[in-house]
């Protein structure tokens, strides 16, 4: 079984910043790509970053130079950090994870963490 627990979301002002992080655990052989989603009220569910197991990340368009994704694999956790964030930028965060779970064969599984509130108002 494996878990995906998430951190740091909360309320913030227009311009300010968070940090989420998100550490897996349980019955980990590897984590191949891991990233962050945001699904808003009356939305669909979209991506915003991806990073790669040798830390290469990639970003959503509309993230435009203000959130930074990164990963510590010793720790197997995954961190977004948030800039000049905007009204439109409140969301439920979700953390989602490439999990190896088997070796022979070998076997990778999706996981999600349980989501994190960030608001962004005055």
């Known amino acids: 079984q494996v878990q995906l627990v998430e951190s740091g979301g909360g309320l913030v002002q227009p311009g300010g910043s968070l940090r989420l992080s998100c550490a897996a655990s349980?019955?980990?052989?590897?984590?191949?790509?891991m990233g962050w989603y945001r699904q808003a009220p009356g939305k669909q569910r979209e991506l915003v970053a991806l990073i790669t197991s040798s830390g290469y990340p990639t970003y959503a368009t509309f993230v435009k130079g203000r959130f930074t994704i990164s990963r510590d694999n010793a720790k197997n956790t995954v961190f977004l950090q948030m800039n000049s964030l905007e009204p439109d930028d409140t969301a439920v965060y979700f953390c989602n994870a490439a999990v190896v779970i088997g070796l022979s064969p070998m076997t990778e599984s999706d996981y999600w963490g349980q989501g994190s509130q960030v608001t962004v108002s005055s």
């Open positions: 349980g019955r980990i052989f590897a984590i191949h790509a």
